[in-house]
């Protein structure tokens, strides 16, 4: 069957940090561009962070830079978000993708894993 399934999502302060993972299966992950995306309540989703596939390269949006990277684990066909110095603005549902197209800025998702809930909170 071919899925992701994401994972590692839960609450925290703020200043802290959660990896996320996203695990594949029914294909070899390391072929394609992969993404994370976040829904809070009330906003639309928003693109965050992706990969390219073999030919490497990275993307993050303003509101991640610095904070946030994104790496693969293609032994356990896995891509993991790594999430510092949480805020409480980073509470949303979190997903990962397949994408689309290009790894670049306003990328798109076509199959999706179920999401997991991220909440910053004192």
């Known amino acids: 069957q071919v899925q992701l399934v994401e994972s590692g999502g839960g609450l925290v302060q703020p200043g802290g940090s959660l990896t996320l993972s996203c695990v594949a299966s029914?294909?070899?992950?390391?072929?394609?561009?992969i993404g994370w995306f976040r829904q809070a309540p009330g906003k639309e989703r928003e693109g965050i962070s992706c990969?390219?596939?073999?030919?490497?390269?990275?993307y993050y949006s303003d509101s991640v830079k610095g904070r946030f990277t994104i790496s693969r684990d293609n032994a356990a066909n896995t891509v993991h978000l790594r999430m510092n110095s949480l805020e409480p603005e980073d509470t949303a549902v979190y997903y990962c993708?397949?994408?689309?197209?290009?790894?670049?800025?306003?990328?798109?998702?076509?199959?999706w894993g179920q999401g997991t809930q991220v909440t910053v909170s004192s």
């Open positions: 990969m390219n596939g073999p030919e490497g390269g990275t």
């Open positions: 029914g294909f070899i992950l390391s072929n394609y561009r």
């Open positions: 993708a397949t994408l689309r197209l290009l790894c670049e800025r306003d990328f798109s998702g076509n199959l």
